[in-house]
C-alpha cells in the first residue's frame, strides 16, 4: 500500500470504514432482503379509519392495518420479508438498540392525488439514505430497490383504505425503521437486526400562523458536528435535542436554528434543512443559499434535493443557487441592509415551510413574508411545483404510482 494510501485510511477511518459497507459485494452464501419472497398474512379485525383531525389529537400515532417485517443475523442473512397485521414488537431486554442506539430510520409520504391516484415521492431516494444511514450505525446493508418494492407492497395493501378516493389532498406518512436486536451486551456490532416498515398519520405543519419562528440554539449545545452522523438519519441525531427545543417552545419559538462553530454557521431548523433568500452582498442578485453536504455535517434532505433540482431547473437566470457555509452574523446583516427576503424549511413533516422570524442573542430577526402572512413568491412557487408532482396535477417521473389492491 503507497504512503498516501495509508495516510488517508489512517485520517478517514469513520468514511472508509462506512464507504467498505456499502461497496462491499454481497455474500454469496446469506440471503440478502428481497422483495420477491414477501409473504402476505392479512388482518382479520381491520381497524376503524379516524378522521385526520381525530387521529392527530391523540397521545398515540395511529398505523395502519398492517407492516411489514424481516430478520437478519450475521449467519444467514435475510428472512423472506413478511406482511403481517400492525401490532407490537418482541424484544429481549438485552437488544443491542436499547442500550447501544443501533437504530435508523426513513420518514416520507404517501399522497392521494386530486385525479385519485395514489403516489409516492422520490422514495428510491430515502431507500438509497436508509442504506447509507445502516452502514454508518453497523447495521446490515441492502439493494435499495428491495426496500423501496416492500415500501410499495404495503401501501398496495394498506393504501386504498386509510386514504380514499373521495378525500383526496391528503396523505400519510411511511415509517421504514431498522434496529439491532441482538440479545447480548456488549459494544459492537449487532449479529441480529430487524427491518419493519409502518404507515401512520402526521400533523399538517407547513403552514403555522404567521409562519414559523426560530431560535437560534444555545452556545452550550449543538446538534451534529463535522465528524459525527448528522448526515446520517439515526435516532441519536434527535433524542439529545429535545430538551433544548422544548425550551425554545416554551418561550414562543417552534423549532431551533442549529448554529455550529465558532462563527456560528447557519445549518439545520429543528430536523429540517434551512434555506434563505436574499440580495447577495458582492452584486445584489437574488440569492437561494443553504448549507452544503461535503463536510456531511447535515441531513441531505429529499426535499432539500428536490428544491434545489427544481430551482436549477426552473428559476435559472432569476435567481442565484448557492450551497455554501454562511453564519449567523451574516443573516444579521442582510437584515440590517434590507437584504433579506425570504427563509423556509424544508423537510418531510414540515414539507416547504415559511419562515418569518430567528431569534439570536436577544436579538429579532424578522423575515419577510408574502400579503396577509403567506410565503413569499420563491418559497410559494417552489411549494406549489413540489405539491403538484405530489398530488398529481403535474406528471413528474418523481412521482410513483400505486397500484392499489381494492
Known amino acids: 500500500m503507497s504512503p498516501s494510501a495509508i495516510q488517508t485510511q489512517d485520517v478517514d477511518l469513520t468514511a472508509a470504514a462506512v464507504n467498505r459497507k456499502e461497496e462491499a459485494p454481497a455474500a454469496p452464501a446469506l440471503a440478502q432482503l428481497d422483495a420477491s419472497r414477501l409473504t402476505y398474512t392479512y388482518t382479520t379485525s381491520p381497524r376503524a379509519v379516524p378522521d385526520e383531525a381525530v387521529a392527530n389529537a391523540g397521545t398515540e400515532t395511529v398505523c395502519t392495518d398492517h407492516m411489514i417485517v424481516a430478520d437478519w443475523n450475521v449467519a444467514s442473512g435475510w428472512t423472506a420479508p413478511r406482511l403481517v397485521p400492525y ?144 448526515y446520517a438519519k439515526v435516532g441519536a441525531n434527535y433524542g439529545p435535542s429535545l430538551m433544548a427545543t422544548a425550551d425554545a417552545r416554551r418561550r414562543g419559538f417552534h423549532q431551533i436554528l442549529w448554529l455550529y462553530g465558532p462563527d456560528g454557521e447557519c445549518t439545520e431548523a429543528g430536523a429540517s434543512n434551512f434555506f434563505v433568500v436574499w440580495k447577495r452582498k458582492s452584486d445584489g442578485k437574488t440569492e437561494l443559499i443553504t448549507a452544503p453536504l461535503d463536510d ?25 443557487i448557492t450551497e455554501r457555509k454562511y453564519t449567523i452574523a451574516e443573516l444579521i446583516e442582510a437584515d440590517a441592509e434590507g437584504r433579506l427576503l425570504e427563509s423556509f424549511a424544508s423537510g418531510t413533516a414540515y414539507f416547504i415551510c415559511p419562515i418569518s422570524q430567528v431569534h439570536h442573542r436577544g436579538r429579532d430577526i424578522n423575515i419577510p413574508m408574502g400579503p396577509d402572512g403567506q410565503p413569499g413568491k420563491i418559497t410559494s412557487t417552489i411549494k406549489g411545483w413540489m405539491g403538484d408532482i405530489m398530488y398529481g396535477r403535474t406528471e413528474h417521473e418523481w412521482a410513483i404510482l400505486i397500484n392499489e389492491k381494492q
Not at 391516484?117 to 436508509?130: E, I
Not at 415500501?151 to 386504498?160: F, K, Q, T
Open 87 to 230: 401490532g407490537p414488537l418482541s424484544l429481549m431486554p438485552t437488544a443491542s438498540c436499547l442500550h447501544y442506539a443501533t437504530e435508523c430510520f426513513e420518514g416520507l409520504k404517501v399522497y392521494r392525488g386530486y385525479d385519485g391516484k395514489l403516489r409516492t415521492f422520490r422514495v428510491d431516494k430515502n431507500s438509497a439514505r436508509m442504506r447509507m444511514s445502516a452502514a454508518r450505525i453497523s447495521l446490515p446493508v441492502f439493494e435499495p430497490e428491495q426496500l423501496s418494492k416492500l415500501i410499495i407492497a404495503l401501501l398496495e395493501v394498506d393504501g386504498s383504505r386509510w386514504l380514499p378516493r373521495d378525500k383526496p389532498g391528503n396523505y400519510l406518512y411511511i415509517r421504514p425503521t431498522m434496529i439491532g436486536t441482538a440479545p447480548q451486551l456488549g459494544v459492537a456490532s449487532p449479529r441480529e437486526a430487524m427491518l419493519y416498515i409502518i404507515i401512520t398519520y402526521l400533523p399538517r405543519l407547513d403552514s403555522p400562523v404567521g409562519g414559523m419562528r426560530l431560535h437560534t440554539s444555545p452556545e452550550d449545545m449543538i446538534r451534529a458536528w463535522v465528524g459525527g452522523f448528522g
Open 296 to 320: 456531511k455535517l447535515i441531513l441531505d434532505g429529499v426535499n432539500r434535493r428536490s428544491v434545489l433540482d427544481l430551482a436549477r431547473e426552473r428559476l435559472a437566470g432569476e435567481i442565484e
